[in-house]
């Protein structure tokens, strides 16, 4: 079956604009992950989804940032006043939920803010 | 104080010889999840191995195994007979408790394959 789609896969920005991110899980999967990757760093969690509720939204950077899900599918990830620090890899991951040990992986949207 | 540490930020070894990569881990939850996810240069992030905390085993998934030493809190990547192929970057990962919630990582190590 598909996996974990994200789009755009590129987004070329201007500092101070919006931007929306999107991540469609693989189907069924309840649990769904948003990750950043700055350049040659490792992941930094951002949020987590288990259904249409975030229980946990301790990893967003600043209050530009925010989330949500509908329909227990597809998520979008809003900045708002992008920075040129918000350059990175975002990356989207969906399990099937609760004691689920993978996590599969989208390929990411490269944001590059100017 | 980090969670995950991974102390081998690169590591160059030749082909068909074994690799062991580093992981440490600090958490005071009995029960927790270990993963290694593998990092091609196209990006994607490939699942490889899970280790739980209360599994007796060592885990095993082809040439990959995980050598868990709780007390150590330990939980080192073996790959044996590596591949070119295998030329990526490599992150530990960790699930604390049972609640299917953030998965932290480490730094990653980077493994450069030699023909």
């Known amino acids: 079956g598909a996996g974990v789609s994200q789009s755009p896969s590129n987004k070329v920005t201007e500092k101070g604009k919006d931007v929306e991110l999107r991540c469609d899980p693989i189907?069924?999967?309840?649990?769904l992950y948003w990750y950043r990757q700055s350049l040659g760093q490792g992941l930094e969690f951002l949020i987590y989804?288990?259904?249409?509720?975030?229980?946990?939204k301790s990893g967003l950077p600043s209050d530009r940032f925010s989330a949500e899900r509908t329909g227990g599918s597809v998520s979008t990830l809003t900045i708002q006043r992008t920075q040129q620090e918000d350059s990175a890899v975002y990356l989207c991951?969906?399990?099937?939920?609760?004691?689920?040990?993978?996590?599969?992986f989208g390929p990411g949207t490269r944001l590059l803010v100017l | 104080a980090q969670k995950i540490t991974q102390t081998q930020p690169g590591m160059f070894v030749q082909e068909k010889e074994a690799v062991t990569l580093d992981c440490t881990y600090d958490?005071?939850?009995?029960?927790?999840?270990l993963f290694w996810y593998k990092q091609p240069s196209s990006g994607e992030m490939i699942f490889l191995i899970y280790q739980g905390s209360y599994d007796q085993q060592n885990a095993t998934e082809g040439r990959y195994s995980l050598n868990f030493q709780k007390a150590r809190k330990s939980a080192n990547l073996v790959i044996s007979a590596s591949q070119l192929g295998d030329s990526a970057m490599y992150f530990c990962?960790?699930?604390?408790?049972?609640?299917?919630?953030?998965?932290?990582f480490g730094k990653g190590t980077r493994l450069h394959i030699l023909p």
């Open positions: 989804f288990q259904g249409n509720s975030a229980p946990d």
């Open positions: 189907s069924g999967h309840t649990a």
């Open positions: 990962a960790m699930r604390e408790g049972w609640r299917d919630d953030k998965i932290i």
């Open positions: 991951a969906s399990s099937l939920g609760r004691n689920q040990e993978t996590q599969y």
């Open positions: 958490t005071s939850d009995p029960s927790y999840g």
